[in-house]
């Protein structure tokens, strides 16, 4: 036994979970190495961005107040731009989460009379009272901009004459999420999105092209903005905060989108020239910085979940050896007791409010109660270790990040562990 195997049974994990574990990741070092492949080209995308735009250190001075002459802040938003090819980038800590981010984007870049348009279904829970599906104070519906939705077809493929009927002459941006979120479709790759927007324009040349990037960013050595997306949107404490930034959202696309979506976060009149950055500047710099190698530990962990909770007997989406676009995990556990085990081994693993026990409990906009494990350092960040899900057959868990592969290896075998301890039999 070695000194690391040691630390695992002291840590609560038995001999047969390690050697499971140990089985299962025998298969994987193939796949690790892909992943770690596209880790290293983006890691050279990234720094290639920051030695063009000469950052410095005099860029992590925090600045108050107004924020003018902000330098960091102004050189962060280059650095942004060059790294998803865009022609300029507005990275805030004053956009407070990824639906922020997608509202903004969203109402900054509508008008009223416009028309809305996914072409992939269902957009994530959190922007149906944003656009007003479900009607809310505020929404893009009170403002008079519609929407329409084209579902996917039952395989999962896009419905191109649904598509190309639903467009008309008030249909003004096509949104387009990435990531299945928490939706049972598959996640798209890079390709099918360049193909979907390459489709919408030769239709309708002027239509805007959103993406909401949410999950996706550094999982391929491309962006959607390198096919054609006017727009890229997300969350600083998701993949491209690199666990580092305490807060924030981007939005990166064309110089007419990203000013628009300037003057909506401040004022028209002030846009991008004010917005203190309040001493975030080195989090975001070396959050970023981090970034292709988070996103790697964590599609890692994903997929260590997947092939272990596969080989167990579990239903996992996606499966195992599929081809991954994002870091999201599901596993169909089958009962609320092994939805809870599952997260109680997730949280004992945490470095934070390790020995909180998760319940469920109800939530707003869920039907059913929801549980959740994170023991995070910035609240809520899903690309720390998380899982979470809605307690409602088939007892879907999501499970998510792991800002080290180490964290989350030890994450998911002692959620395996707490499953066995709640009955489960290997
Ligand atoms: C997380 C997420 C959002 C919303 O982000 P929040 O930061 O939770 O507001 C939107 N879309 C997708 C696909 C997401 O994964």
Same mark, same amino acid.
């Given at each position: 036994?070695?000194? /690391?195997?040691?630390?695992?049974?002291?840590?609560?994990?038995? *001999?047969?979970?390690?050697? #499971?574990?140990?089985?299962? #990741?025998?298969? #994987?070092?193939?796949?690790?190495?892909?992943?770690?492949?596209?880790?290293?080209?983006?890691? #050279? *995308?990234?720094?290639?961005?920051?030695?063009?735009?000469?950052?410095?250190?005099?860029?992590?001075?925090?600045?108050?107040?107004?924020?003018?002459?902000?330098?960091?802040? $102004?050189?962060?938003?280059?650095?942004?731009? $060059?790294?998803?090819?865009?022609?300029?980038?507005?990275?805030?800590?004053? @956009?407070?989460?990824?639906?922020?981010?997608?509202?903004?984007?969203?109402?900054?870049?509508? =008008?009223?009379?416009?028309?809305?348009?996914?072409?992939?279904?269902?957009?994530?829970? /959190?922007? %149906?009272?944003?656009?007003?599906?479900?009607?809310? &104070?505020?929404?893009?519906?009170?403002?008079?901009?519609?929407?329409?939705?084209?579902?996917?077809?039952?395989?999962?493929?896009?419905?191109?004459?649904?598509?190309?009927?639903?467009?008309?002459?008030?249909?003004?941006?096509?949104? @387009?999420?990435?990531?299945?979120?928490?939706?049972? =479709?598959?996640?798209?790759?890079?390709?099918?999105?360049?193909?979907?927007?390459?489709?919408?324009?030769?239709? *309708?040349? $002027?239509?805007?092209? &959103?993406?909401?990037?949410?999950?996706?960013?550094?999982?391929?050595?491309? %962006?959607?903005?390198?096919?054609?997306?006017?727009?890229?949107?997300?969350?600083?404490?998701?993949?491209?905060?690199?666990?580092?930034?305490?807060?924030?959202?981007?939005?990166?696309?064309?110089?007419?989108?990203?000013?628009?979506?300037?003057? =909506?976060?401040?004022?028209?009149?002030?846009?991008?020239?004010?917005?203190? !950055?309040?001493?975030? !500047?080195?989090?975001?710099?070396?959050?970023?910085?981090? +970034?292709?190698?988070?996103?790697?530990?964590?599609?890692?962990?994903?997929?260590?979940?997947?092939?272990?909770?596969?080989?167990?007997?579990?239903?996992?989406?996606?499966?195992?050896?599929?081809?991954?676009?994002?870091?999201?995990?599901?596993?169909?556990?089958?009962?609320?007791?092994?939805?809870? +085990?599952?997260?109680?081994?997730?949280?004992?693993?945490?470095?934070?409010?390790?020995?909180?026990?998760?319940?469920?409990?109800? &939530?707003?906009?869920?039907?059913?109660?929801?549980? &959740?494990?994170?023991?995070?350092?910035?609240?809520?960040?899903?690309?720390?270790?998380?899982?979470?899900?809605?307690? =409602?057959?088939?007892?879907?868990?999501?499970?998510?990040?792991?800002?080290?592969?180490?964290?989350?290896?030890?994450?998911?075998?002692?959620?395996?562990? *707490?499953?066995?301890?709640?009955?489960?039999?290997?």
């Amino acid at each position: 036994m070695t000194e /690391t195997e040691k630390m695992y049974l002291e840590g609560g994990v038995s *001999k047969e979970v390690l050697a #499971l574990a140990d089985e299962v #990741l025998g298969e #994987l070092s193939e796949r690790f190495e892909r992943i770690d492949r596209i880790a290293e080209y983006n890691q #050279l *995308k990234v720094l290639g961005a920051m030695r063009k735009n000469r950052v410095d250190s005099s860029h992590f001075a925090a600045t108050t107040g107004y924020g003018y002459n902000d330098a960091g802040r $102004d050189t962060l938003e280059k650095v942004y731009a $060059d790294v998803f090819h865009t022609e300029d980038a507005l990275v805030r800590s004053q @956009i407070t989460c990824g639906t922020h981010a997608l509202n903004l984007a969203l109402s900054s870049n509508l =008008r009223p009379g416009d028309e809305l348009l996914s072409p992939v279904g269902k957009p994530y829970d /959190t922007l %149906e009272e944003v656009i007003g599906i479900r009607p809310s &104070m505020g929404s893009l519906a009170e403002y008079g901009v519609t929407y329409a939705q084209v579902d996917l077809l039952p395989d999962g493929g896009f419905d191109w004459d649904g598509i190309r009927n639903a467009i008309n002459e008030r249909t003004r941006l096509v949104t @387009i999420q990435r990531s299945k979120g928490y939706a049972s =479709r598959p996640t798209l790759s890079v390709a099918q999105i360049g193909e979907l927007i390459a489709f919408v324009k030769s239709i *309708k040349p $002027d239509l805007i092209c &959103m993406v909401d990037n949410c999950y996706g960013e550094f999982t391929e050595t491309i %962006e959607p903005s390198d096919l054609g997306a006017d727009m890229v949107v997300g969350s600083l404490i998701k993949n491209p905060g690199g666990g580092l930034a305490p807060a924030g959202g981007y939005i990166c696309g064309s110089a007419a989108c990203v000013e628009n979506a300037a003057r =909506r976060l401040t004022s028209p009149g002030l846009g991008r020239e004010v917005g203190a !950055n309040l001493g975030t !500047n080195p989090a975001f710099y070396q959050g970023f910085f981090l +970034a292709p190698t988070v996103t790697a530990s964590a599609e890692k962990g994903a997929i260590f979940a997947a092939k272990l909770y596969e080989r167990l007997g579990f239903k996992v989406h996606p499966a195992g050896d599929a081809e991954r676009h994002d870091i999201i995990q599901a596993i169909d556990l089958g009962s609320p007791e092994y939805m809870k +085990a599952f997260c109680l081994g997730i949280q004992a693993a945490a470095p934070v409010d390790s020995y909180v026990v998760p319940e469920p409990y109800p &939530m707003p906009g869920y039907d059913d109660d929801v549980i &959740m494990a994170a023991g995070a350092f910035v609240q809520g960040a899903s690309i720390e270790l998380s899982a979470d899900g809605p307690l =409602r057959p088939p007892y879907t868990v999501y499970f998510q990040g792991g800002i080290t592969w180490y964290h989350a290896k030890y994450g998911i075998m002692l959620s395996l562990q *707490k499953l066995i301890d709640a009955g489960f039999k290997l």
